[in-house]
């Protein structure tokens, strides 16, 4: 087991922010949100963009009202929303709003979980879907989930094949096959998991790789891929329950309720940064320049590591159960169960 902890010359400041107050300046085209924090902390006043649709487009999604992880190809910068009727695609280039209508039986179920340049997954209570960019048609892939397990928690993970899409989920790991359209669950050998504890968000070992780190409860395991068989071997213990790990430029970064753990590129802790008073981390993202952290009591936390510039963000209104960044570093996306999703540009923060 690999977890002893040695000194780095990186010290990440991330979660030592103080009390924030908020003011809201409206604009046409964008709300500008300010905030300054107060009490010593290290973090600056934020501003930033936020990309809204038209009203007559916010009034239309809303009627609809959009739930759930909405997910983006950033190959496009085309955003996917689910509501209760309707699979809808912003455009956050040029504004365009469309929206086709959900296969009858997944009304008010279907959970979005990757979008690709030809196809767009989403699952419900028993199985997988797949919408056609090139025909707008919708189809079923083969298989089910177990009648006594239906998926709640999904985190996506593409093999270097491209030809699969692998599902960490709370029942277990399913692999969607592109070409054949079927659902399978993964085995192997020694793969025993609690079903009790959700295998949650994985992150690939290196360039090119079928290798990934998943956090499986207290644990982060790498599985190693062949087929539809997985290997695991126990990387690292945590003293708590872990919620998820994400490949952050030569960092691993795992994060629990009120922890953030620095791992080098051989998985060698290096650092545990802990969050200061009672709030809780709801969500992370994190690229090879920037790190963003959400909390429950709505605060966001932002920091550029190469010039380590921090920034602080609170409003009640942000709901941050996932936070994903554009591959191009552009843009944070906020979204949640229930709420319309926040697209917030970070090429003019100051």
Known sequence: MRHQAKKMMFVMLVLAGGLVHVGIVKAESASEIVASTTKNSAFSSLKWDEIRPSAMQNESLLSDHPRGRAVVNSNTNDLWIVGERHLWKWSLRDGAMSRVVLPSETVNSLQLVYASNKLI????SSGAWAFELATKTWSRFDGRFDIKCSPKKVSPFRPSDEHSLFLMTDCGIFILFFDSKQLIAAGGDKLELNPRFPMTMASRVGDGSSSLLAIHNQEILQLSIKGSKIHKELIY????????????????????????????????????????????ITSFA???????????DGSIELMDLPSKKKWSASKNEYLTQYLDFTTDESLLILSAETSMPRVFSMTNIK
């Open 286 to 296: 994190g690229t090879a320049t920037k790190h963003a952290v959400g909390f429950s």
């Open 237 to 280: 213990t945590a003293k708590s329950p872990l919620l998820g790990i994400v490949k952050s430029g030569e960092w691993y970064v795992a994060w629990a309720r009120q922890a953030i753990i620095m791992f080098d590129k051989k998985m060698v802790r290096q650092q545990v940064v802990p969050v200061i008073g009672t709030r809780i």
């Open 121 to 124: 997954y989403g699952i419900d």
